[in-house]
Nanobody, 128 residues
Framework: QVQLVESGGGLVQAGGSLRLSCAAS???FSWNAKGWFRQAPGKER?????????????YYSDSAKGRFTVSRDNAKNTMYLQMNSLKPEDTAVYFC?????????????????????WGQGTQVTVSS
């Protein structure tokens, strides 16, 4: 039911910042858990960050912790990923995900990928 559209990707130099957005439309509920995954060239898709329905609880991968911040504005049906101190290894397609029913970040982290709703992705390229 829900459609997810990512935006905000682009080309930045190492040490720079980007803010990704994930806009949701359709669907019935706005209080479900959401998160971010990424897939770099030649690598498997990996978890980046997750946020519970209200935005009060977040969880990050080791590579993202301390540099990335996930947040959400439920009034706008939008989730964000603020990425600071970007490194070339952050280069990847970043995907927005939403759990169809779960409300905690654990629902994002532990769910099989096929159980999540996925956006089309936005390219982030970090040059050295």
């Amino acid at each position: 039911q829900v459609q997810l559209v990512e935006s905000g990707g682009g080309l930045v130099q190492a040490g720079g910042s980007l803010r990704l957005s994930c806009a949701a439309s359709g669907g019935t509920f706005s209080w479900n858990a959401k998160g971010w995954f990424r897939q770099a060239p030649g690598k498997e898709r990996e978890f980046v960050a997750a946020i519970n329905w209200s935005g009060t609880s977040t969880y990050y991968s080791d590579s993202a912790k301390g540099r990335f911040t996930v947040s959400r504005d439920n009034a706008k049906n939008t989730m964000y990923l603020q990425m600071n101190s970007l490194k070339p290894e952050d280069t990847a397609v970043y995907f927005c995900v939403a759990h169809p029913t779960g409300q905690t970040f654990g629902d994002i982290v532990q769910a099989p990928p096929t159980n999540l709703n996925w956006g089309q992705g936005t390219q982030v390229t970090v040059s050295s």
